[in-house]
């Protein structure tokens, strides 16, 4: 149980290009997903929480404006990086969870490794 | 400003040779501190969760405790496959109001020798 996946799993793209990404829990209704970004040998960081039919709350120093959440059903929520710069080249890492996530498991999906080119 | 420090920050040991992972924090107020383990390329995979000090979960040859500083994960006759990094991250009642915000430690990097 509380399988959460990612799609795609990596993504080479031009700069100025826009890229989304996918996350899925398959076996659960995810009330709140969260979105990290992990640079080599660092750990995660926040980058927004989202919850289903409400906006994303962003962590500070993350743009809302590039960075764009949607959480439309309990089971998906997608991050688009707008005119994406080779600074944004990471492993994007989306978790869910259950319940009203204050004592909740965060289950994690595989990670979308993006590279911009 | 909730902060975790993990260490080492890599380990080496030969397969059966017992250790320990430390994770320090310091946060407002604890909710729970989380240990994950981390594949390369991969997501973190969730492993246990300690909620107050004295507590103490165990999985396979893994065993996790907590105090009111620091927790420790503990390794029982480590495998080869047992190699990852392994990360701590502590849900704290934050300022802002964010009551399920998870801070990640940088992670400890175990290499379990055959």
């Known amino acids: 149980g509380a399988v959460v996946s990612q799609h795609p799993s990596w993504v080479i793209c031009k700069s100025g290009t826009s890229v989304k990404i996918e996350c899925r829990s398959l076996d659960f209704q995810a009330t709140t997903m969260f979105w990290y970004r992990q640079f080599p040998k660092q750990s995660l960081m926040l980058m927004a929480t989202?919850?289903?039919?409400?906006?994303?709350?962003?962590e500070q120093g993350v743009e809302k404006d590039k960075f764009l959440i949607n959480h439309a059903s309990l089971t998906l929520s997608t991050l688009t990086v707008t005119s994406a710069h080779p600074e944004d080249s990471s492993f994007y890492i989306c978790?869910?969870?259950?319940?009203?996530?204050?004592?909740?498991?965060?289950?994690f999906g595989p990670g979308t490794r993006l590279l911009v080119l | 400003e909730d902060q975790v420090t993990q260490s080492p920050e890599a380990l080496r040991l030969q397969e059966g040779e017992s250790s320990s992972l430390n994770c320090s924090y310091t946060v407002s107020g604890l909710r729970g501190l989380f240990w994950y383990r981390q594949d390369p390329g991969k997501g973190p995979e969730f492993l246990f969760t300690?909620?107050?000090a004295g507590e103490e979960k165990e999985k396979e040859r893994l065993k996790a405790t907590l105090t009111k500083k620091e927790s420790f994960l503990h390794i029982t006759a480590p495998k080869p496959e047992d190699s990852a990094t392994y990360l701590c991250?502590?849900?704290?009642?934050?300022?802002?109001?964010?009551?399920?915000?998870?801070?990640f430690g940088k992670g400890t990097l175990l290499t379990v020798n055959p």
């Open positions: 300690l909620y107050s």
């Open positions: 989202s919850n289903e039919g409400s906006k994303a709350t962003y």
């Open positions: 991250a502590v849900q704290a009642i934050s300022s802002g109001g964010s009551n399920y915000k998870l801070t």
């Open positions: 978790s869910a969870s259950q319940g009203q996530a204050t004592l909740e498991t965060q289950y």
